[in-house]
């Protein structure tokens, strides 16, 4: 399996312009998380999906972000419009099933860089 | 929710053992315990995670405090490989980690 697939690697834009991050989950798992990463916050969950459905989206942070997961191998997180302090690494992962137990599997990042 | 407490750095000599510590003194009797590690420029991966006894696996042994207050991260033969920031976790819920500062690992070769 080639893991969760995240696109762009890295993504360098400027304030106000509408960013798009994109997850592919591991096949078959059926939670997927959007954590961002910062220097200053460390890693947040951002938002979770259950079978595609979100669950708890008490970690975005305003309405100028918003995520989806049309299906269950695809999910997008939207920033519109975008500031320089959304400038962070974003990871996206999935897990077999929801439970404390069990492991999530991490992407490798988007890198995001707002000018 | 409950948090964790971890040392900000700790070094170790490569091919030997290394002991990470975690305090967790608000932990929930239903709580797992999880050990994630980031590499540098990589998302965090699974090492290990343990309810009430020790745990052993390929890459790790975890042990845990009788009254679960704190837990130990064992890497039996650290490798220049294991230089990471070690994340100690408690799962609140089902699904929610809440992830501290990490203990930065660094092995001298």
């Known amino acids: 399996d080639a893991g969760v697939i995240q696109s762009p690697r890295h993504e360098v834009t400027e304030m106000g312009q509408e960013v798009t991050l994109r997850c592919k989950p591991i096949s078959g798992h059926n939670s997927l998380f959007w954590y961002r990463q910062t220097m200053m916050r460390g890693l947040e969950l951002l938002i979770y999906?259950?079978?595609?459905?979100?669950?708890?989206d008490s970690g975005m942070p305003e309405d100028r972000f918003s995520a989806k997961m049309p299906n269950a191998s695809f999910s997008t997180l939207k920033i519109q419009p975008s500031e320089p302090r959304d400038s962070a690494v974003y990871f996206c992962?999935?897990?077999?099933?929801?439970?404390?137990?069990?492991?999530?599997?991490f992407g490798p990042g988007t890198r995001l860089t707002v000018l | 929710d409950a948090k964790t407490t971890q040392p900000n750095s700790m070094e170790s000599n490569e091919e030997e053992p290394v002991h990470l510590p975690c305090n967790h003194s608000t932990i929930s009797g239903t709580d797992y315990i999880h050990w994630y590690r980031q590499l540098p420029s990589q998302g965090p991966e699974y090492v290990i995670h343990?309810?009430?006894s020790n745990v052993n696996n390929r890459m790790a042994s975890l042990a845990i405090a009788e009254d679960r207050k704190s837990s130990t991260l064992i890497l039996h033969r650290a490798t220049l490989r294991d230089a990471a920031v070690y994340y100690c976790i408690l799962s609140t819920g089902t699904y929610k980690y809440i992830f501290g500062t990490g203990t930065r690992l660094k092995v001298l070769a």
């Open positions: 999906f259950n079978n595609n459905v979100p669950i708890d």
């Open positions: 343990g309810l009430t």
């Open positions: 992962a999935s897990s077999l099933k929801e439970g404390r137990y069990n492991e999530q599997f």
